[in-house]
């Protein structure tokens, strides 16, 4: 906490769609989000929440610290295309591959299931906000 202002609350207004910081729009949609705690004491360590997925209101903030030799994870990591990128071909950008991540396509599963069936997306919201509240404490405790 930074006076009375928390990790959380900051989650929150990241997903306060009535506001309008939070979109959800055929024409437009908010784009991965993050929350930063930084401590004024140099001893604790600096602490990041990224979505790494489109709209905060269907996504969890996942907890981050960058720390000597962090080891990359997979399923975040954009597909390599190596020498095959189209990036990288001449002429330029004549295909366009998925770039999705892993955690991408299954961000965009679930929020299939959200719009699709009440009862199980219900249930599957509950399961992240659990995933979610579970990593905050855990980073409030590092803190504390």
Not at 18 to 43: K, R
Request: hydrophobic share 35%.
């Amino acid at each position: 906490h930074i006076g009375d202002v928390s990790a959380q609350a900051m989650i929150d207004v990241l997903r306060d769609k009535d506001s309008g910081v939070c979109v959800d729009s055929e024409s437009f949609l908010t784009t991965a989000s993050i929350v930063s705690v930084l401590p004024q004491d140099p001893s604790f360590p600096c602490i990041h929440y990224f979505t790494g997925t489109p709209d905060p209101s269907r996504s969890i903030f996942k907890p981050f610290i960058f720390v000597d030799d962090v080891k990359l994870v997979p399923k975040v990591q954009s597909p390599s295309f190596g020498n095959d990128d189209p990036a990288k071909k001449i002429p330029r950008f004549q295909e366009k591959p998925d770039r999705r991540h892993e955690l991408y396509k299954a961000h965009e599963w679930a929020r299939s299931l959200l719009e699709s069936d009440q009862d199980k997306g219900q249930k599957l919201m509950r399961i992240m906000l659990d995933l979610e509240k579970q990593g905050l404490e855990a980073m409030e405790d590092i803190l504390s």
